[in-house]
T-cell receptor, first 113, second 114 residues
Framework: GENVEQHPSTLSVQEGDSAVIKCTYS??????FPWYKQELGKRPQLIID?????GEKKDQRIAVTLNKTAKHFSLHITETQPEDSAVYFC????????????FGAGTQVVVTP | DGGITQSPKYLFRKEGQNVTLSCEQN?????MYWYRQDPGQGLRLIYY???????QKGDIAEGYSVSREKKESFPLTVTSAQKNPTAFYLC?????????????FGDGTRLSIL
């Protein structure tokens, strides 16, 4: 089955700097990769997703890149702000699974002023 | 999301008791999912359903049961067989069978043992 590994588990950045979170997946047929942000005690919220027919997608300060050959994808947050502090989860769709996602273990991002 | 409602927000279970967590969606989504999240941990899939009257076990189904009698509803029962039920339970839904649609989550239910 699909296996998703996420690194680092914790990330501390100065406000204004960039943050990068990396994920690798095992199923070469996987073709959909969402990213979720979860603030303490709240539900995960979709912040960006990418499909395998594109290599990069941007939404304001957030971007995701996908390397299908290497089977890894990354989340980039530029000009970080304190409100970016949260746990971020990557995920990959499990092929032939009716939309079932395999989640990474999460990255705790702390943005210090 | 406003379209996925979980209740109650907090729930307490006595030893030997079964409890049921509610999940309702008005997004007309075909697929629904239940996840368990332990403190500081990731999301683990308990059960999922693609259509009415059909559901599949996820990675940690033991001690849990579900039903899908209506498209809008996917209740989760935590049975007395689940010896460590304290966790944050999240329900999610997504649209389209076999399509790569994002999952959207409800606000969750926190379950604790009395």
């Amino acid at each position: 089955g699909e296996n998703v590994e996420q690194h680092p588990s914790t990330l501390s950045v100065q406000e204004g700097d960039s943050a990068v979170i990396k994920c690798t997946y095992s199923d070469s047929a996987s073709n959909y990769f969402p990213w979720y942000k979860q603030e303490l005690g709240k539900r995960p919220q979709l912040i960006i997703d990418i499909r395998s027919n594109v290599g990069e997608k941007k939404d304001q300060r957030i971007a995701v890149t996908l390397n299908k050959t290497a089977k890894h994808f990354s989340l980039h947050i530029t000009e970080t702000q304190p409100e970016d502090s949260a746990v971020y989860f990557c995920a990959a769709i499990v092929t032939d699974s009716w939309g079932k996602l395999q989640f990474g273990a999460g990255t705790q991002v702390v943005v210090t002023p | 999301d406003g379209g996925i409602t979980q209740s109650p927000k907090y729930l307490f279970r006595k030893e030997g008791q079964n409890v049921t967590l509610s999940c309702e969606q008005n997004l007309n989504h075909d697929a629904m999912y239940w996840y368990r999240q332990d403190p500081g941990q990731g999301l683990r899939l308990i059960y999922y359903s693609q259509i009415v009257n059909d559901f599949q076990k996820g990675d940690i189904a033991e001690g849990y049961s579900v039903s899908r009698e209506k498209k809008e509803s996917f209740p989760l029962t935590v049975t007395s067989a689940q010896k460590n039920p304290t966790a944050f339970y999240l329900c999610a839904s997504s649209g389209g069978l076999r399509s790569n649609q994002p999952q959207h989550f409800g606000d969750g239910t926190r379950l604790s043992i009395l």
